[in-house]
């Protein structure tokens, strides 16, 4: 596949990491991998880390993209934590957040290490 998931237990996190181009299909694939590990994981996952550093996007499927992890954040009270260098997709990425009221759920670093940090940090 053209992606990773990883789970960690302490604390809990789980990270998925997109490479090149995925097709809508992939990203279903992607989607039910997420679910299945937020459903079997032993304790709630508060946190999700998106690594898009190495993903091509392809305009639609990263909005179709970011609406799932947008959908899964706010179902579930989970924080996202993109890491993206891409500028123009960085802002497309605050303008979906702000519409959605979500900067205190979702920030995009252009690093990992900060990006882990704030999804470790203990919530309020």
Same mark, same amino acid.
């Given at each position: ?15 998925? !990491? ?7 299909? @992939? ?32 305009? @639609?499927?990263?909005? !179709? ?19 993206? !260098? ?10 979906? *957040?702000? @519409? ?12 990992? !290490?900060? *990006?882990?940090?704030?999804?470790? @940090?203990?919530?309020?």
């Amino acid at each position: 596949p053209m992606y990773t998931i990883t789970t960690y237990d302490s604390p809990p996190l789980i990270t998925a !990491e997109l490479v090149g181009r995925i097709s809508s299909d @992939e990203l279903q694939h992607l989607s039910r991998d997420l679910d299945r590990r937020l459903l079997v994981a032993d304790q709630p996952i508060p946190a999700l880390l998106l690594d898009v550093r190495r993903y091509e996007a392809a305009g @639609e499927h990263l909005v !179709e993209l970011l609406d799932l992890f947008i959908a899964r954040s706010l179902d579930a009270g989970i924080r996202v934590g993109r890491v993206v !260098e891409n500028q123009l997709i960085a802002r497309q990425l605050d303008r979906v *957040a702000e @519409e959605a009221d979500l900067q205190d759920h979702i920030r995009h670093y252009h690093e990992l !290490e900060p *990006a882990l940090a704030w999804l470790r @940090e203990p919530q309020p």
